[in-house]
């Protein structure tokens, strides 16, 4: 339990850091929602939720001065995304996950415009070219990032991404 803690504390603050960095200069890329999906359907739900306040906390207090964490009402639909996904038939191969990194962006980007912006359609009609590049990037990165996690959690013995649809066939029986 400490090293999942630790794991989940350790790549949420990189990948926070990764997306703040790119936030000053304009771009957008859910580094952080794509790291809550990979916990939350190779670890589960609560750690799923665990990393989602951790995000919340490393983005919105450094990040836009809040002082409250409103990013977990963005980041929570991404964990219902991963339960659902794991439901799926696709969830089984590791490429077709590109369909998950293509939908979480626009997600994150329209709940992010509806909880922190005063004039919502504004913003939309305003950031809308920045949702494509965040989308293909996205698309292209989740399912390098679930081998290249999957690859550090068999080091570590922890969950992996590609056995949870196994996992949960066996809880089911």
């Known amino acids: 339990m400490i090293i999942r803690l630790a794991y989940i504390f350790l790549l949420t603050g990189v990948f926070a850091v990764l997306e703040l960095f790119l936030r000053n200069f304009g771009l957008f890329f859910p580094f ?3 790291f809550i999906f990979y916990i939350a359907v190779a670890f589960g739900n609560r750690w799923g939720f665990t990393s989602v ?3 919340a906390l490393a983005l919105d ?10 990013s977990i009402l963005v ?7 991963s339960s659902s996904w794991l439901k799926r038939a696709e969830a089984d191969s590791v490429m077709m996950n590109f369909l998950p990194g293509l939908v979480i962006p626009v997600v994150v980007w329209i709940l992010s415009a509806v909880f922190f912006s005063e004039h919502f359609f504004h913003v939309l009609i305003e950031q ?5 590049p965040a989308c293909a990037f ?3 990165w989740l399912p390098i990032l679930i081998f290249l996690l999957d690859n550090l959690n068999s080091r570590l013995s922890l969950p992996l991404f590609t056995d949870a649809k196994l996992n949960q066939k066996l809880t089911l029986k």
Do not use: Q
């Open 32 to 34: 952080c929602a794509l």
């Open 53 to 55: 306040c951790l995000a």
């Open 61 to 70: 207090l450094p990040g836009s001065g809040s002082a409250h964490p409103w």
């Open 75 to 81: 980041f929570l639909p991404v964990l219902f995304l």
């Open 128 to 132: 809308f070219p920045v949702l494509f």
């Open 138 to 140: 996205s698309a292209v």
